[in-house]
Nanobody, 120 residues
Framework: VQLQAFGGGLARLGGSLSFSCAAS????????LRWHRQAPGKQRELVAT???????WYIDSVKGRFTISRDNDKNMVYLQMNALQPGDTAVYYC???????????????WGQGTQVTVSS
């Protein structure tokens, strides 16, 4: 199983960045997909989720600014981040709670962290 994240980087206050995360080895269509972040000195927090049915959830601080989406044909999950604020500076992680064809139980899989830095 592999989750490979792309994107992020440096943005100015009010700018935009996006992430994509490619998943392999999981039954993607049934997976719950999530983006987390961890700011320096803080605990990792859940930022956005999208269910297998396309239902989304966002932490209050990003509502109206971030959009999570998925493409089941490409096994990809995305996070579009607009109106970025310094408080969005963190390492971002994609996460899938999924089954594999060899493992029937639900397991949490993580991609590598990718830095987002928002400058004021």
């Amino acid at each position: 199983v592999q989750l490979q994240a792309f994107g992020g980087g440096l943005a100015r206050l009010g700018g935009s960045l996006s992430f994509s995360c490619a998943a392999s080895g999981i039954i993607f269509r049934s997976a719950a997909l999530r983006w987390h972040r961890q700011a320096p000195g803080k605990q990792r927090e859940l930022v956005a989720t999208i269910s297998s049915g396309g239902n989304t959830w966002y932490i209050d601080s990003v509502k109206g600014r971030f959009t999570i989406s998925r493409d089941n044909d490409k096994n990809m999950v995305y996070l579009q981040m607009n109106a970025l604020q310094p408080g969005d500076t963190a390492v971002y992680y994609c996460n899938a709670v999924a089954r594999t064809r060899s493992r029937g139980s639900w397991t949490s899989y993580w991609g590598q962290g990718t830095q987002v830095t928002v400058s004021s």
